[in-house]
């Protein structure tokens, strides 16, 4: 059902930490959305593993901000959204087509841990 995982992190300065994570880490930039103009997400490589960056204006208050949170991707969202509720996890999103082409859910596992279930249209 799950498929591969990566860790999101959120900034209120994305092209800082792109540059960082880029420059000095030495991560290769392989997604970025959108396309044109300042970028909302990004998706980075080193080696086999992945990370993602995402601006969030309110990441540095620890009421609104969700520093990070654990993408999961799955073959189908729905099912995906409906196993991890069936085993303990609150439905904070529920899954919705987005425009850049996936569906995409929230969901809090039974820590209060963030958790991102996409899967591909």
């Known amino acids: 059902m799950f498929t591969e995982a990566f860790p999101i992190v959120t900034t209120t300065d994305l092209p800082r930490l792109i540059a960082f994570y880029r420059d000095v880490v030495g991560f290769e930039l392989t997604y970025r959305f959108p396309e044109d103009g300042e970028p909302e997400f990004v998706a980075l490589r080193l080696g086999s593993s992945e990370l993602g960056l995402a601006a969030d204006p309110h ?4 009421a609104l901000s969700r520093r990070w ?3 999961v991707y799955a073959d189908d969202c729905d099912s995906a959204v409906e196993a991890l509720r069936t085993g303990g996890a609150t439905v904070t999103e529920a899954p919705v087509d987005q425009p850049w082409g996936e569906r995409s859910a929230r969901v809090a596992d039974p820590d209060g841990n963030r958790m991102l279930v996409l899967s591909r249209l």
């Open 59 to 62: 990441a540095g208050d620890p």
């Open 69 to 71: 949170e654990l993408c």
